[in-house]
């Protein structure tokens, strides 16, 4: 196997060459110390030193069939033999097969695909399309919140850490969805969560006055920022007030979408269809860059009447989209959906639960599917996190102990503030996940020892 050859010259060579001339992303906030990886499989992924990691942040929470998938790599390999490349003003049969089995997939009657390289140019479309459709300049969007790094898109996110200093993208609005741990209404069930959040978006839309706004935008089970599902009621809740006012729901599934919650589409959980919904990631696993927004009848009828003001050159690249209908085929063939579903009920959910009652440093564990979030404190009683408070960007002595505790024990873990993820390829096996499950218990021993 090729994990079997370690040759940590070549990987010293490889990360020279990457610290001379690759600006990474978030470089300096994140004081970023790249690892050189050798190749990937599965669920796991090598260095050039002979270790090998469970990618339980499944890259960036793109991964969902794993690494190196046979039938994906086929099928790009016989695509870029044909045409590997095209212009995006023609049908050709890779891009609308592609678009054929996400619209199958999407909920209600959003049946029209509009492709693009990634998510965050899925959210600068959707936003476009919602403001040329409705002639309002305003979108809402949520505080803990990521949508992408785009200029829209960073403005929508809510997330000071990610706002460049010098600018914010016009007709912007924030508002508080519920998030029931760290409730910014002071509830204390799910019920009275859902009830005051819905309250207050309703209270947020009529002072900047229903007419003015073009879009409310949420992640349907918000990711990045902590993994947060929303209490029943509320999106069909969000769902009324758009309605009652015009205004277009985008539901953001970039993250959540593509089996990730156990569902194609985290929506079906909650029985909502939104009028635009943004995806990438899990289309094709990230094997080639690849977004899109489907967009609803109506919509799309706006735009069959004056032609929308947008494209991209490599729009449904015909490598990304073989690879689309390669995974979305293996996916529904495979029963990987299913198998997401099974993994949080059957082994996620109940091991996690677990480690939280037997760490006090767990504040809570949430999730679904493959998708999962467990929030570390400092205090169980206050809920303080485990990050030091200051505004410096100093670095997270707790959090990088635990992460590099994981790492020792060959698990390579999704940490943000101070939360880390769970959130491994649907293909996981039980086992895996199980090993994932006992690096993790390893790891909150170190973070334990920073509690009070
Ligand atoms: N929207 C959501 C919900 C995301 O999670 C992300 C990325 O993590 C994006 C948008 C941006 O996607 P990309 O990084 O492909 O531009």
């Known amino acids: 196997t090729p994990y079997a050859a370690p040759d940590p010259q070549a990987g010293a060579a490889v990360k020279a060459t990457d610290r001379a001339h690759v600006f990474h992303s978030w470089s300096a906030q994140e004081l970023i110390d790249p690892l050189a990886v050798a190749g990937a499989e599965g669920s ?37 033999g044909k045409l590997a490349t095209f212009a995006p003003a023609f049908a050709l049969e890779a891009r609308s097969e592609a678009a054929r089995l996400i619209a199958e997939r999407t909920p209600g009657d959003l049946d029209k695909i509009f492709f693009t390289n990634g998510g965050a140019e899925a959210v600068e479309n959707a936003i476009r399309m919602a403001r040329v459709h409705t002639g309002r300049p ?33 007709g912007v609005v924030r508002f508080w969805a519920p998030f029931l741990y760290r409730s910014p209404f002071y509830s204390s069930t799910e019920q009275e969560e859902c009830a005051r959040a819905l309250d207050h978006l309703e209270s947020v839309i009529a002072h900047e006055g229903p007419g003015t706004i073009a879009a409310v935008i949420l992640e349907t089970v918000p990711g990045t920022a902590g993994i947060m599902v929303p209490p029943p009621g509320y999106l069909a809740g969000v769902r009324e007030l758009c309605d009652r006012h015009g205004i277009v729901f985008v539901a953001d599934e970039v993250m959540a979408g593509f089996g990730r919650t156990g569902r194609w589409f985290a929506t079906e959980h909650f029985d909502v269809v939104p009028d635009l919904l943004t995806f990438a990631k899990g289309v094709n696993s990230g094997y080639v860059p690849l977004g899109g927004v489907a967009i609803s009848g109506a919509i799309a009828d706006t735009f069959a009447r004056r032609p929308y003001p947008g494209g991209l050159t490599y729009s449904g690249h015909p490598l990304a989209c073989a690879a689309a209908v390669a995974t979305i085929e293996l996916m529904a063939e495979e029963g990987i959906v299913e198998q997401a579903a099974h993994l949080g009920d059957a082994v996620l959910g109940p091991g996690l639960r ?12 949430r999730g679904l599917g493959a998708f999962w979030a467990v929030e570390l404190v400092r205090d169980r009683e206050t809920r303080e996190p485990l990050v030091p408070y200051n505004a410096t960007g100093e670095a997270n002595a707790p959090m990088a102990a635990f992460a590099a505790a994981c790492r020792k024990n060959g698990l390579w873990p999704f940490v943000n503030m101070n939360r880390t993820h769970a959130v491994p390829p649907l293909t996981t096996s039980e086992a895996e996940a199980k090993e994932g499950l006992a690096a993790l218990d390893a790891a909150l021993a170190v973070a334990d020892e920073h509690t009070v």
């Open 138 to 170: 305003k979108v809402l969007s949520a505080y803990r919140s990521y949508h992408g790094a785009t200029t829209t898109a960073i403005n929508l996110t809510g997330d000071p850490r990610r706002w460049a200093s010098d600018s914010g993208a016009a």
């Open 354 to 365: 677990e480690l939280a009652a037997r760490h006090p440093s767990v504040g809570e564990v």
């Open 44 to 80: 796991y992924f090598w260095d050039y030193e002979g270790n090998r990691y469970l990618d339980f942040a499944s890259g960036l929470v793109f991964t969902n069939i794993g690494y190196q998938h046979p039938k994906v790599v086929a099928a790009i390999q016989e695509q870029a």
